[in-house]
Protein backbone atom coordinates (compact mmCIF):
# COMPACT_ATOMS: atom_id res chain seq x y z
CA UNK A 1 0.00 0.00 0.00
CA UNK A 2 3.22 2.72 0.29
CA UNK A 3 3.12 2.88 -3.56
CA UNK A 4 -0.45 2.74 -4.32
CA UNK A 5 -0.52 6.70 -5.24
CA UNK A 6 2.50 5.77 -7.42
CA UNK A 7 0.67 3.10 -9.04
CA UNK A 8 -2.62 5.09 -9.13
CA UNK A 9 -1.08 8.19 -11.01
CA UNK A 10 0.45 5.88 -13.33
CA UNK A 11 -1.42 3.30 -14.65
CA UNK A 12 -3.06 5.46 -17.72
CA UNK A 13 0.24 7.43 -18.29
CA UNK A 14 2.13 6.12 -21.31
CA UNK A 15 5.73 6.39 -21.91
CA UNK A 16 5.40 8.91 -24.45
CA UNK A 17 3.92 11.45 -22.38
CA UNK A 18 6.01 10.14 -19.06
CA UNK A 19 9.28 11.05 -21.26
CA UNK A 20 8.38 14.16 -22.22
CA UNK A 21 8.71 15.53 -18.20
CA UNK A 22 12.66 15.30 -18.89
CA UNK A 23 14.08 18.51 -19.64
CA UNK A 24 17.13 16.40 -21.41
CA UNK A 25 16.42 16.10 -24.74
CA UNK A 26 18.28 12.88 -24.52
CA UNK A 27 16.45 11.49 -21.84
CA UNK A 28 13.05 12.75 -23.77
CA UNK A 29 14.30 10.40 -26.59
CA UNK A 30 15.70 7.75 -24.10
CA UNK A 31 12.88 6.63 -22.40
CA UNK A 32 10.79 5.80 -25.37
CA UNK A 33 13.42 3.00 -25.89
CA UNK A 34 13.20 1.67 -22.08
CA UNK A 35 12.83 -1.62 -23.38
CA UNK A 36 14.59 -1.25 -26.52
CA UNK A 37 11.60 -0.59 -29.14
CA UNK A 38 9.96 2.68 -29.36
CA UNK A 39 6.26 1.07 -28.95
CA UNK A 40 3.65 3.70 -29.82
CA UNK A 41 1.18 3.25 -26.78
CA UNK A 42 3.69 1.49 -23.92
CA UNK A 43 1.94 2.53 -20.43
CA UNK A 44 4.57 3.59 -17.88
CA UNK A 45 3.04 1.15 -15.29
CA UNK A 46 5.37 -1.92 -16.16
CA UNK A 47 8.11 -0.24 -15.89
CA UNK A 48 7.35 0.99 -12.35
CA UNK A 49 7.48 -3.04 -11.91
CA UNK A 50 10.42 -3.40 -13.76
CA UNK A 51 12.19 -0.45 -11.46
CA UNK A 52 10.84 -1.82 -7.88
CA UNK A 53 12.01 -5.76 -9.14
CA UNK A 54 15.59 -4.60 -9.86
CA UNK A 55 14.90 -2.55 -6.42
CA UNK A 56 14.04 -5.18 -4.61
CA UNK A 57 17.07 -7.75 -6.04
CA UNK A 58 14.23 -10.24 -7.47
CA UNK A 59 14.40 -9.33 -10.90
CA UNK A 60 17.11 -12.23 -11.54
CA UNK A 61 17.68 -14.47 -14.29
CA UNK A 62 17.31 -18.29 -13.56
CA UNK A 63 20.46 -20.11 -14.23
CA UNK A 64 21.50 -21.11 -17.86
CA UNK A 65 18.44 -18.29 -18.74
CA UNK A 66 14.95 -19.67 -19.59
CA UNK A 67 16.31 -22.20 -21.50
CA UNK A 68 18.07 -23.85 -18.54
CA UNK A 69 14.89 -23.65 -16.57
CA UNK A 70 13.17 -25.24 -19.40
CA UNK A 71 15.62 -28.04 -19.90
CA UNK A 72 15.55 -28.58 -16.22
CA UNK A 73 11.60 -28.52 -16.71
CA UNK A 74 11.59 -31.45 -19.28
CA UNK A 75 14.50 -33.45 -17.73
CA UNK A 76 12.36 -33.91 -14.33
CA UNK A 77 8.84 -34.44 -16.61
CA UNK A 78 11.23 -37.14 -18.07
CA UNK A 79 12.28 -38.94 -14.99
CA UNK A 80 8.65 -38.81 -14.12
CA UNK A 81 7.90 -40.83 -17.22
CA UNK A 82 6.43 -38.26 -19.34
CA UNK A 83 6.79 -37.56 -23.17
CA UNK A 84 8.07 -34.69 -24.75
CA UNK A 85 7.50 -33.81 -28.43
CA UNK A 86 8.76 -31.14 -30.72
CA UNK A 87 7.97 -29.65 -34.03
CA UNK A 88 4.19 -31.27 -33.25
CA UNK A 89 2.10 -28.63 -34.09
CA UNK A 90 -1.52 -29.07 -32.21
CA UNK A 91 -4.59 -28.32 -34.68
CA UNK A 92 -7.16 -28.28 -31.78
CA UNK A 93 -7.72 -29.62 -28.14
CA UNK A 94 -10.28 -32.52 -28.13
CA UNK A 95 -13.49 -31.80 -25.61
CA UNK A 96 -15.56 -34.81 -24.58
CA UNK A 97 -18.45 -33.73 -21.74
CA UNK A 98 -17.29 -30.31 -21.37
CA UNK A 99 -13.89 -31.80 -20.26
CA UNK A 100 -10.47 -31.53 -22.31
CA UNK A 101 -9.38 -34.92 -22.98
CA UNK A 102 -6.28 -34.56 -25.41
CA UNK A 103 -5.47 -32.61 -28.48
CA UNK A 104 -5.52 -33.55 -32.61
CA UNK A 105 -2.15 -33.02 -34.17
CA UNK A 106 -1.96 -31.50 -38.08
CA UNK A 107 -1.10 -34.72 -39.17
CA UNK A 108 -4.23 -36.10 -37.61
CA UNK A 109 -3.03 -37.79 -35.04
CA UNK A 110 -4.69 -37.60 -31.53
CA UNK A 111 -2.68 -37.08 -27.94
CA UNK A 112 -4.77 -37.97 -25.38
CA UNK A 113 -4.55 -37.30 -21.29
CA UNK A 114 -5.67 -36.95 -18.29
CA UNK A 115 -4.78 -33.50 -18.11
CA UNK A 116 -4.20 -31.20 -21.08
CA UNK A 117 -2.19 -28.25 -20.04
CA UNK A 118 -2.06 -25.37 -22.60
CA UNK A 119 1.23 -23.94 -22.55
CA UNK A 120 0.42 -21.44 -25.62
CA UNK A 121 -0.92 -17.86 -25.20
CA UNK A 122 -4.58 -17.49 -23.78
CA UNK A 123 -5.99 -16.27 -27.42
CA UNK A 124 -4.96 -18.92 -29.18
CA UNK A 125 -6.08 -21.60 -26.41
CA UNK A 126 -9.76 -20.36 -26.30
CA UNK A 127 -10.59 -18.68 -29.16
CA UNK A 128 -8.75 -21.38 -31.73
CA UNK A 129 -8.54 -24.51 -30.15
CA UNK A 130 -11.87 -24.46 -28.09
CA UNK A 131 -13.89 -22.42 -30.76
CA UNK A 132 -14.60 -19.54 -28.03
CA UNK A 133 -16.70 -22.06 -26.45
CA UNK A 134 -15.76 -21.29 -22.61
CA UNK A 135 -15.51 -17.85 -22.36
CA UNK A 136 -17.24 -15.71 -19.78
CA UNK A 137 -18.42 -12.48 -20.98
CA UNK A 138 -15.29 -10.28 -20.04
CA UNK A 139 -12.76 -12.75 -21.77
CA UNK A 140 -14.85 -12.51 -24.95
CA UNK A 141 -14.96 -9.02 -25.22
CA UNK A 142 -11.60 -8.75 -24.50
CA UNK A 143 -10.58 -11.69 -27.64
CA UNK A 144 -13.01 -9.89 -30.05
CA UNK A 145 -13.17 -6.31 -29.00
CA UNK A 146 -10.79 -4.86 -26.27
CA UNK A 147 -7.58 -7.00 -28.39
CA UNK A 148 -8.00 -4.52 -31.19
CA UNK A 149 -7.70 -1.21 -29.48
CA UNK A 150 -4.83 1.18 -29.49
CA UNK A 151 -2.20 0.39 -26.70
CA UNK A 152 -4.21 -2.37 -25.20
CA UNK A 153 -1.88 -5.44 -26.23
CA UNK A 154 2.20 -5.14 -26.04
CA UNK A 155 4.11 -6.88 -28.61
CA UNK A 156 6.30 -9.69 -28.40
CA UNK A 157 10.10 -8.58 -28.08
CA UNK A 158 13.37 -10.22 -28.96
CA UNK A 159 16.82 -8.92 -27.70
CA UNK A 160 20.30 -9.23 -29.56
CA UNK A 161 23.17 -7.64 -28.16
CA UNK A 162 26.31 -7.52 -30.17
CA UNK A 163 29.88 -6.29 -29.42
CA UNK A 164 30.99 -5.08 -32.57
CA UNK A 165 34.50 -3.35 -33.40
CA UNK A 166 33.80 -1.23 -35.90
CA UNK A 167 31.78 2.30 -36.05
CA UNK A 168 28.09 2.40 -36.96
CA UNK A 169 26.15 5.24 -38.54
CA UNK A 170 23.69 7.19 -36.78
CA UNK A 171 20.11 6.10 -36.85
CA UNK A 172 17.66 4.69 -34.58
CA UNK A 173 19.45 3.00 -31.12
CA UNK A 174 17.62 -0.42 -31.88
CA UNK A 175 15.02 -1.71 -34.58
CA UNK A 176 12.39 -3.67 -34.97
Known amino acids: L ?3 NAVRTTI ?11 KDPLLQEAFNFILYEKHPAFPVLPFHFQLASHAN ?7 GGSLGLAESI ?4 RRLGGEVSYNTKVETVIVEDDRAVGVRLSDGRELRADIVVSACDGYTTTM ?3 EGKYLGEDYRKLYTETI ?3 GMVFPGYFT ?3 GL ?3 FPEGDPCTT
Request: glycine share 2%.
Open 2 to 4: PYF
Open 12 to 22: TVLMSDFSKKF
Open 57 to 63: LSAGVPE
Open 74 to 77: EARY
Open 128 to 130: KFL
Open 148 to 150: HEP
Open 160 to 162: LFL
Open 165 to 167: SRP
